[in-house]
């Protein structure tokens, strides 16, 4: 029997107190909401007879041991924003046809509560280590990782860690992560009056809706045009003029060519019947630099490598109305690229639709050596449970391990090919696959815990 087994012993209380923690609508960028989850997994911790320390409301950390060695298993309790079309109700954990389902049960929160029972069964299994653990809490994953940063200016980033943020096997690559906002003076476009779609720069939006000024006949024109237009678009005369509600596919942005973009579809339909400058600035740069292409080819940053593969573009939001147009962009590069020479290229070409850049995030690339000492714990902790080696990979995906000095990866808790529906509509997690993870993550903290 492997250490790990030992989670199973916690099963039915791990699924009650995720219920708990799945109502706590903790939606990144709403801070208060945010640190109630911590809070209730520092008091959670508590009562297993763990230290806890927090800081500023922004992050915590439960521990276990002194001395030694300190080791760090991070994750996040923030989730982003429910969408639309749900079949259940986003926070409240619901189980059928073997899933678990609610936001923020595969990202994150459900690796997080089973980063704090591995502590607690360490600690009631009476296991002696020789180094320092601690399961490190965060709240502002999804919008900039400040909570990590402010985290570690009050303590030492850890010898050796890792976070349950992403899928088995190891990830050992991570992209360089690029967000950027994109705004004019004003809006001065004519016959584009409003046009709004998303909420989270690192998510593809699934709904966008335009309000337009124009003539009987080109209202006629555009119902035309958007039959042979890849999308689904519903048009509505209202008082303030025709109003074209564009309905696509949610996704992550670091694979935004598994969703459909609702917001540069429906700029798309758009420039198909009216002239750039009659839509603004904002819709020009969209349409002249993005595109429905996700790979960067009409800004000329298109790019790969062979650790990471290809660089990706995604708009997160965009918002125009009277006075004002601004648009989210995140960019996802390959970790051997100049992340520098890329924003450069997209400042100069939101220049020549004077548009300004602000940076909201710039995370440099993730690489480690696949033969270090923290892949090989990680490996053998893998082969342990499943009984084979784990598969190393890169991904576009941003994670705590970019903070962790190069002494981190991402390692968990989704199986590759699992449904999860991240960032999407009826997220979920297989219940039998979640505690396949308990295991190999109880079996990692383990043996991290117990090393010479």
Request: net charge negative.
């Amino acid at each position: 029997m492997s250490f790990g087994e030992k989670i199973l012993e916690y099963k039915a209380d791990i699924i009650s107190d995720l219920a708990e923690l799945i109502a706590i609508k903790s939606v990144s960028g709403f801070q208060d909401d945010c640190t109630q989850a911590l809070d209730w997994m520092m008091k959670k911790a508590e009562s297993f007879g763990l230290v806890t320390k927090t800081y500023d409301g922004l992050a915590g950390h439960a521990e276990l041991g002194s001395g030694g060695k300190l080791c760090g298993v991070l994750s996040h309790v923030d989730v982003v924003p429910e969408g639309n079309n749900w079949n259940s109700l986003p926070f409240e954990l619901s189980v059928g046809d073997g899933y678990m389902y609610g936001r923020g049960v595969a990202d994150d929160k459900g690796a997080a509560l089973i980063n704090l029972y591995c502590l607690r069964a360490l600690k009631e299994s009476g296991v002696i280590g020789k180094n320092t653990i601690r399961a490190i809490y965060g709240t502002c994953e999804e919008t900039g990782m400040h909570d990590i940063e402010t985290y570690f200016e009050h303590e030492p980033v850890p010898d050796m860690s890792f976070t349950p943020d992403n899928r088995y096997g190891i990830c050992r690559c991570e992209k360089g992560i690029l967000q950027l906002e994109l705004y004019a003076d004003t809006h001065d476009g004519t016959t584009l009056t409003q046009l709004h779609s998303g909420k989270a720069v690192n998510a593809v939006p699934d709904t966008a809706y335009a309000l337009l000024d124009c003539s009987e006949t080109e209202d006629h024109q555009l119902l035309r045009l958007a039959d042979a237009k890849k999308g689904t678009f519903e048009f509505y005369y209202t008082i303030d003029g025709m109003m074209v509600l564009s309905r696509g596919q949610a996704a992550h942005a670091c694979e935004p060519q598994k969703g459909h973009n609702a917001a540069v579809a429906l700029v798309d339909l758009l420039t198909s019947n009216f002239s750039l400058p009659s839509l603004g600035s904002v819709c020009s740069f969209i349409e002249s630099c993005i595109g429905l292409d996700n790979t960067g080819v009409k800004m000329g940053i298109k790019t790969r490598d062979a650790e990471s593969g290809p660089l990706s573009i995604s708009v997160g939001t965009v918002h125009i109305d009277e006075g004002y147009a601004t648009c989210t962009v995140d960019i996802r590069y390959p970790a051997t690229i100049n992340g520098e020479n890329i924003l450069d290229t997209v400042t100069k070409a939101a220049a020549n639709e004077n548009l300004h850049v602000k940076v909201l995030k710039h995370s440099k690339p993730l690489y480690l050596q696949e033969d270090s000492e923290l892949i090989k714990l990680l490996s053998d902790s893998y082969e342990e449970i499943m009984g084979e080696k784990p598969d190393l990979y890169s991904t576009g995906g941003g994670t705590y391990a970019r903070m962790l000095g190069g002494k981190g990866v991402a390692f968990g808790p989704v199986f590759k090919d699992e449904v999860s529906n991240i960032h999407n509509a009826n997220e979920c997690i297989d219940v039998e696959k979640f505690f396949k993870h308990a295991q190999i993550c109880l079996e990692a903290m383990y043996r991290m815990y117990t090393a010479e």
